[in-house]
């Protein structure tokens, strides 16, 4: 199998998307694609051969532990599986004292945290990659596999027309970077209140990202290629939930709104969904929904991204 190799990823930690170059996040969704299509195809390279990843889990997850645990297996390697209760960080014993020793056993970190502060203090402390799982502020991993599936759907990103239509959260923010990379053009549709985090949105219009912030939900949709939205309560905000409740009234995606979008527009979600707040059901299962073929792209794109930073090429 030939998987294009990023050099400049070798041994680098994978925190944010806005710390990568345009090119070195191309090479991410290229070798994804190459290394998902020559799997599907019976081409299995022991391409970890004989690493470890540590997964450490502030929060729930299914897709995320799932599909680290499944590519380390897949490429040959071995995940450990940490949650916050085995080992008590911060408490039992410093994060700095915890990258201390993972960095003696294992070849990388994924954590999920609620801080992103958590996850720079493990990276700035870990000797190996440190790879974000998911924190308050991006979930880097997502959007890699979102990004991928708009490169099997559409072919060439640049110029595509993708709406946010939700709460400014981490899946907005990685969004952002995404886009940027992309050549895409974003509009997030939130309330007021709600938006993005600033210093993402700053640092990304300053380097060319295209994004426009709107506060009506449906005329954001109108024409759009990709129609995406995530939960308006984050794990963590759970005490928000009735104010949060209030502000998206009329947020709610429900397939009329799909006649609204462009000829070859699609909706994404990337899951869990809460029925009935930020979609319905029939938006997820309506065949213009591609929310299943993201969470199957967790798979490839983080195969890819272990690949880049792990592998020995
Ligand atoms: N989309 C996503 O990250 O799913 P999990 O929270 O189940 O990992
Ligand atoms: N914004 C959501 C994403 C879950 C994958 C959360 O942080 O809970």
Redesign the pocket.
Known sequence: MNITSVESLKGRDFLSLGDLSNQEFQGILDSALEIKQGFKQGDKPALLQGKTLAMIFE?Q?L??RSTFDIAMYQLGGHSVLLSQNYIGWGVRETIRDVASNLERWTDGIMARTYGHETLTELAEHANIPVING?S?LL?PC?LSADYLTLKEEFGDLSGLKITFVG?G???SNSHIYAAMHAGAALTIACPEGFDPDENVLRQARDQGAQVDIYRDPRQAAVGTDVLYT??W?????EEESEKRKKAFAGYTITPEWFADLSPRGIFMH???AHYGEECTEEAVYHQRSRVFDQAENRLHAQKAILYQLLADH
Do not use: A, E, Y
Request: overall charge negative; hydrophobic content about 25%; cysteine-free.
């Open positions: 929060k997850s897709r995320t998911l308050d979930h997502q709460d959260n981490n899946v995530d939960v309560i984050s794990m963590g905000q990337d899951l869990p």
